[in-house]
């Protein structure tokens, strides 16, 4: 459903959500056995040639989008602490020089506690990155090596501990679900994590990719232990519990913050505004000319680079987005937040109304709450919306 005027519509929703910048490297030491991420394992990366192809397109990407106060970076990846902090440093400062930077603008890096890695820390500091979020993923050495890390618990804590020196805020992951992982011992790990006083800390229930390791072995019959359907939402509302008890509400599904210190690139995907997305792989919300446009970018490392070298190329395959697709996809990203979705938004980008018996339904099943034009899920229902969106669609 079109609504008249759509070219101011479109030009000015994405202010709703701000403006990121996403840079992907795609390069780590080792692939992890539960990643489906764009990743590949590299001897050597010739650094001052992918920091000129980054660099080229933050400047092609600006003059399609002049003027833009630019709200958050994020390096993610593969493993962004792989790179030269000066890679780091000539991204950042392409963008500073194409884009106004927001007064409390965010540049976040994701890096992997190893020790080598932490070193770098202060070199990014420098280069202007103010948050670091740290893959952790467990406290249990055990655990560690069954998920393919390369780090110990020690120099993940230790890791942390040189990031809070470095950084003015610091998250952390850890994925839980795991093989033999009972209740009691989440419960425990959990609280130790809280007990480091984190301000942001982002939990992921192990999920088994297809074309993953652990995906092969699954199929193979040779991945045990997996928590069944009821122990996983035990697990799940054991999370919710304790992080809300220690003052680290879900603001999202799988991320949990103190007030204040939501991740606020993360937060421009969830409340639908637009980014950039640079680098192998990464996907991109643009709107150019009144159109939002969805991008993508090739996926293997090498012919990303050769694809970067052709003129005029950032906007030649993306794909326009209709007004319902719009509304579609501001649904499924903002029913994410625990701030829920704004229903005038949603019309106004084309979605067609909710069937208010099905919304009425939804909340006397205690999964979604309505107030007013928002309507959001609840505690309960965040980790069923899936099915919550298939009824609601």
Request: charged share 25%; aromatic share 8%; net charge negative.
């Amino acid at each position: 459903m079109k609504h008249s005027g759509p070219e101011v519509r479109e030009v000015e929703d994405w202010r709703h959500g701000g403006f990121g910048l996403y840079v992907h490297w795609p390069f780590c030491q080792s692939k992890c056995p539960y990643c489906d991420f764009n990743s590949h394992v590299a001897a050597r990366v010739d650094q001052r040639v992918w920091a000129e192809a980054l660099v080229q397109h933050v400047d092609a990407w600006a003059s399609a989008l002049p003027g833009r106060v630019l709200s958050s970076i994020f390096f993610g990846g593969g493993t962004p602490s792989l790179m030269e902090p000066e890679t780091v440093a000539s991204v950042i400062d392409a963008a500073r020089r194409n884009w106004v930077f927001a007064n409390d603008i965010e540049i976040t890096l994701e890096a992997n506690p190893t020790s080598v890695e932490a070193r770098r820390f202060r070199g990014y500091a420098r280069a202007g990155v103010n948050r670091v979020s740290l893959g952790v993923q467990a406290l249990e050495d055990d655990a560690l090596r069954r998920l393919g890390r390369r780090h110990s618990v020690a120099e993940a804590l230790a890791a942390l501990e040189i990031a809070r020196e470095t950084f003015n805020r610091v998250s952390f992951d850890l994925i839980y679900a795991r093989q033999d992982q009972s209740l009691k011992a989440w419960e425990a790990e959990l609280k130790r994590a809280l007990s480091l006083g984190p301000d942001h800390l982002s939990l992921y229930q192990l999920t088994i990719e297809e074309g993953t390791a652990f995906g092969d072995r699954y199929k193979a019959g040779k991945l045990g232990g997996l928590p069944d359907e009821d122990l996983g939402a035990d697990l799940f509302d054991l999370t919710q519990d304790l992080c809300s008890s220690a003052g680290m509400p879900a603001y999202e599904v799988s991320n949990h913050a103190a007030s204040g210190e939501e991740s606020r690139h993360n937060l421009i995907y969830w409340r639908y505004g637009d980014y950039v997305g640079i680098g192998p792989g990464a996907h991109g919300r643009v709107t150019v000319n009144a159109q939002r446009r969805a991008t993508i970018t090739p996926r293997q490392p090498e012919a990303w680079l050769a694809w970067s070298g052709r003129d005029g190329v950032i906007l030649e395959e993306a794909e326009a987005l209709s007004g319902a697709d719009q509304a579609t996809e501001y649904l499924l990203m903002s029913l994410r937040l625990a701030e829920g979705s704004d229903l005038v938004r949603y019309g106004a980008l084309g979605g067609v109304a909710l069937n208010p018996q099905v919304v009425r339904s939804l909340c006397d099943e205690g999964l979604l709450w309505s107030d007013g034009a928002r309507v959001g899920a609840t505690a309960r229902g965040r980790p069923l919306l899936n099915g919550i969106l298939r009824r609601l669609l």
